[in-house]
C-alpha cells in the first residue's frame, strides 16, 4: 500500500492512515497522499497493457492495502470514442465521448463506490448510509451488496424510477423523502450515529474520489499520455472533477506526463448552477440554491461540499463554467444518439449545448481535442423522454 497520509483539502491538516473518516475537523473534505517514487516503481505505463481492464489497473495508486478487499463488478476502463459524425456537424475534427454509460450500474458512480466500499469493508464498516438523487445510490447498493453490507438509502421521492427499483433489487434499504438531495443528508447526518451507519456521501468520506480519479488516468492512457485541450464534465459534487484534476497532478509526479492541463470545463444546469453562478462572480464557493430543479437528477445539487475545490480547478486550468436550459439537455439526448448511438443521461448529454455555446463564444478551436464526459446511461431516464 502507498498511501502514506490523508490531509485536508482546505487548512491541510495530517491524518494517519487505517482509519475512518468523514471530513476534517474544520468541514472540508480530506484527500489521499501517496508515496508516488513507491508506486510508480511498479506501476508504469509500460506495465499497464498485461493488466485487467478495469480501474484496479492502477491499484498501486489506490487506497485498498489488501487486494482481497478489492470488489469488482467490471468498471472503469470505458470507451473513449472518436465521435466523428457528431464533430463533423460541429465542424470540429476531434471530438471524443468518453462514455461511462456502460460502467456496472450505468453510471461513472461505481468507479466511486467501487473504491469506496472497498475502504469501508477494509477499514471494518458494518452499515453503509448514503443520500443520493439517482446513480450514487444504485452503485452503492450494487457494492454493498457484492460486499455483504447493509445499504441505508435515502432518495428525494421524484428520483427516477429505475434508480429506486435498482437499489430495491439488490438489497437496500431504500426510504424516500419528499425533499432534495440536501434534505436527505440532513436526515444520514442527523441519525446516523444511533444507526451505525457509515456515511458515503459525495466528499464526506474520502475515497469516492480516488475510485472517480481513474478517469483521469485512463483518459491519459486511451490517448497515448497526451491529455486533451479541453474537457467537459456535467458538475453534480463534483468528485470527478476534483478526482481527475488529482490524476493529473499524480501522474505528472510519477512523470508519465507533462505540466499541460486541459481546460476543466463544468456543465451544471439552469434550474441548478450554483458553480457558475460562483464562477462568474469570481466567488470561491456556491451560494445555496433554494429552488434547485432539472431533470438531469445527478446535477441537482444545490451546495456542493467540495465547491470551493472545483472553483480554484476551473480558474487554474483556465476553463470555465456553463449552464444549459433543461430543454436544450434533453433534445442533446436525441441528437448525440442519433448521430453517434450512444443513448446519453441526460446529465452527460448537457455536454453538447455547452459546447455549443463555448464555439459561439469563440472559445474554441476547431482543432482541439475535446473530450466530453457522458456520465451515465439514457436508459435510467425513461420518464425524462417521450414515448
Ligand atoms: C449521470 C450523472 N452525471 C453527473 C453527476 C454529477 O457528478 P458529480 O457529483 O461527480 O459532480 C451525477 C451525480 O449523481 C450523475 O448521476
Ligand atoms: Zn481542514
Redesign the pocket.
Known sequence: MNVTHLYCSSCGKEYETGKLYNLCVCGKPLMVAYDLERASATLTRESLAGREASLWRYREVLPVDDQRNELTLGEGMTPLLKTERLGGQLGLSNLFIKD??VNPTG???AR?MAVAISMARELGVEKLAVP?????AGALAAYAAKAGLPAFIFMPNDTPKANIIECQQTGAHVTLIAGLITDCGRIIAERKEAEGWFDVS?LKEPYRVEG?KTMGYELAEQLNWELPDVIL???????????MWKAFDEMEAMGWIGSHRPRMVTVQAEGCAPIVKAFAAGANAGADVPDAHTV??????PK?VGDFI?LDILRKSGGTAVSVTDEELIAAVKEIGSAEGIFA????AACLPALKQLLSRGELDRNERIVL?????GV?YLEAFPK
Open positions: 461511462e454509460g453510471s461513472f458512480k466511486g443520493s438523487a439517482g446513480n450514487a459525495t472517480k464534465y456535467p458538475t453534480g459534487g463534483g468528485t470527478g472533477l476534483i478526482g438531469a437528477s445527478g446535477l441537482r445539487v456542493a472545483m443521461a441526460p446529465e452527460g464526459f457522458n456520465t451515465g446511461t435510467k
